[in-house]
């Protein structure tokens, strides 16, 4: 079965960690992934890296192989089988990795152009990667971009470094500092450049690298392989029991209906299991029709793959699930196989009460919010409560006509949150009639921190236009 081997080979108890890529538009973050697969590939060894639906892993062997020049600064012998990247970067998909008080994911990638420094987003993924507690390392990218920079492709970033005229490397130093560490450290973080941290629990690692020419990509995975292994070996423990995933997103599939893209972080998911995830309208049992996986190919491509049928798949994986009933799924939701009916029906009423928790309904003052996903509808609420703006209700799906109703509920007892913050979802046409009509604004945006932006500065010119 395709890139599970590594969970099957006895004595190799650890699953890969599962990453994810955040940080701000147009920092590199797709251009670092395509790179690291590309990497991978091009240490010639076909096969080696696989495809997984919504994911790929890059094997130890590979990351091995890349980061042999830097055994002094980094020593390790890995022990995990390689490490899984969720394909899609950014926060829509990272919010959907949701478990409770916490993420599927084990580790994250914060990249930040290291010429541009911490932008929107950059705050906000630090923001909801503290919620959901998940450590990361923050590659300063685009280094090949800091004046009079000569690239050498391919290089470890060490000794690219010491190639540099000094005053490039003092260059890079001062935008290391200035837009990376010093804006950690001011959010509380401390922070160092790789090489330099004595204690890696305590500092976050700030790689520089160019994913356009490769250099420090090696450290980089080198970085992730040995920390993850050294301090996560609690979390990555494999068990071969009843599998335990997370919708990431539900697609619909010609013939099949609606399939789920599911991360598996532990057990093993196997055809016929009895499965249990979440709905909005309730729990649901049912049972793994098909599981599909990418075919195996030579040679990587990103562009689709074509998917095959495959009996089981081990942790950590990205699986399409086929089953009755997943029409009726969120994203975002658990997905749990149940050994027996009895089983099924408590892990059920388990999934109920966690959906149920990240719905807010109350007959108090507080703003309306939409979201597309279970995941999102998390961090939004999140963000709201950190900020002090209280919510009267939250669910997912698009802006209605009763949200509009809720909202005007609302005017009644504060005006100043009676709006609709809509994340990442449309507005029926009836809804914003009706808005229009009660006047009542909805602010809608796919950047949770844009959105929150965007009321609060109207939140400030209502008050302070009353005063
Ligand atoms: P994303 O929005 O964070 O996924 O950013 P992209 O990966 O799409 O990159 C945005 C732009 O920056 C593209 O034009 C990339 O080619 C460019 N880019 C990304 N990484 C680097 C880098 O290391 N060096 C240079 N010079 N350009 C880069």
Redesign the pocket.
Known sequence: MPGNEAGKQPGKRLRQPIVV?L?????????????IRGTAVTAKEPGLITQHVGASVVPASVIERLAEPLKKIIPFKLIIPGLLFIDT??HELFSNLRRRGGSVADFAIL?V?INDGFQPQTYESIEILRQRRVPFVVAA?????IPGWKPHPDTPFIISYRQQAKWVQEELEKKLWDNVIAKLYELGFQAERFDRVKDFTRTVAVVP?????GEGIAELLAVLAGLAQRYLQHRLRFAEGPARGVILELREQPGLGTTADVIIYDGVLKRGDLIVTGGLEGPIITRVRALLMPKPLQEIRIAKRELEPVGEVYAAAGVRVVAPELEKAVAGAPLYVATSEEEAKKLAERVRQEIEALRIKTEAEGVIVKADTLGSLEAMVEALRRRGIPIRYADVGPVAKRDVIEAVASKEINKFYAVILAFNVKTLPEAEEEAKKHEIPVFRHNVIYQLLEDFEKWYREQTEAER
């Open positions: 890529v940080g701000h538009v147009d920092h590199g973050k797709t251009t670092l992934l395509d790179k970067p950014g990249v152009d990218n685009k280094i090949d971009k690298i160019s994913a356009k020419t």
